[in-house]
């Protein structure tokens, strides 16, 4: 079943991998990389909303995302 109920995984943005943020809706490996990227430069992500900061990450791509990821403490 591919269907992303409550009970779907939410992912961390600020320990996931490439691979794992790739299977994210409207994220592709470039994507991916970039997130990771930014993670590397600027250090661990503070909120949700600072994906924005990635390129390539716009309101309609952080809108599908807010529901499926996160940031741990």
């Not at 269907?3 to 992912?11: E, L, S």
């Not at 320990?15 to 994220?27: E, I, S």
């Not at 924005?52 to 809108?63: H, Q, T």
């Amino acid at each position: 079943g591919s269907g992303a109920g409550p009970g779907a995984t939410v992912i961390d943005l600020n320990t996931a991998d490439a691979a794992t943020l790739d299977g994210l809706p409207g994220v592709g490996p470039v994507l991916a990389e970039r997130i990771v990227d930014w993670r590397t430069e600027h250090g661990r992500f503070t909120s949700v909303e600072e994906l924005a900061e990635v390129s390539g990450i716009g309101d309609k791509v952080l809108s599908q995302l807010r529901d499926k990821v996160r940031v741990g403490p």
